[in-house]
């Protein structure tokens, strides 16, 4: 084997193919602004997670939290009213008077409770006619046709006429009137303490809930099973 000469030069490493897109000024230039927007979008995004974690902290210890919805801030605007159990999920109080909500809720509710007892009764209890022998799912239809929805309609009118008058004037402060508070109370229930008016005023208003409640579900009931009392299948 032929031996190599000890003077002979080495071979050089192979050079690296040359870049398709060499890095020209212009090219460093919008490197640098790429690299200089990715660290600014980074640090805003940690800078805004760290703030909000911070606000929300705050707000949790500066604002009581809500007792029926614990994550969410209480709504100071009905704290003091009868009821509150702190459920305001949509904010509706810090929008509307929660005097005129107050006052609509009691509305709805004194309603719905004589709209349960008024349909129970009606399946055991009728007037005498014929025209009264219906069920109360087809008594609207009835009372429609023979006219006494223009009677009722008539009637509600006037009362709500004569309550818009009060809750106007407790609306623009003229009378220091609580909501739903119209002074009928001809059995005289109301205690005379003031711990017995507030017991008495939550009583009104967890049954009035209870009652809208129930009244949907006797409806729907009725409607659906085509049976009375109970309204099940």
Request: glycine share 8%; charged share 20%.
């Amino acid at each position: 084997e032929e031996a190599r000469p000890a003077h002979a030069t080495p071979t050089p490493p192979p050079r690296p193919a040359p870049s398709r897109h060499p890095l020209t000024p212009a090219r460093a230039m919008i490197r640098a602004l790429v690299l200089a927007l990715s660290a600014a979008v980074a640090t805003a995004f940690v800078g805004g997670s760290a703030g909000r974690a911070s606000s929300a902290m705050r707000l949790s210890m500066e604002t009581p939290m809500s007792e029926s919805v614990p994550f969410l801030p209480k709504p100071m605007a009905v704290a003091d009213m009868p009821g509150d159990q702190g459920f305001d999920p949509m904010g509706i109080s810090d929008v509307i008077d929660p005097k005129w909500l107050r006052e609509a809720e009691l509305k709805h509710g004194r309603i719905a409770m004589l709209a349960v007892v008024g349909w129970v009764t009606s399946e055991f209890v009728q007037l005498p006619g014929d025209i009264h022998k219906v069920n109360p799912v087809a008594a609207h239809d009835a009372a429609v046709a023979w006219g006494g929805m223009q009677q009722i309609l008539i009637w509600v009118s006037i009362v709500e006429m004569i309550s818009t008058i009060a809750v106007t004037q407790m609306m623009s402060g003229a009378t220091p009137r609580e909501p739903g508070d119209f002074g009928f109370d001809p059995l005289k229930l109301m205690p005379k303490t003031a711990e017995g008016q507030e017991m008495m005023r939550m009583k009104e208003l967890k049954n009035g809930r209870l009652a809208m409640l129930a009244f949907s579900g006797i409806a729907t009931g009725a409607v659906l099973s085509g049976k009375g009392f109970p309204y099940t299948y």
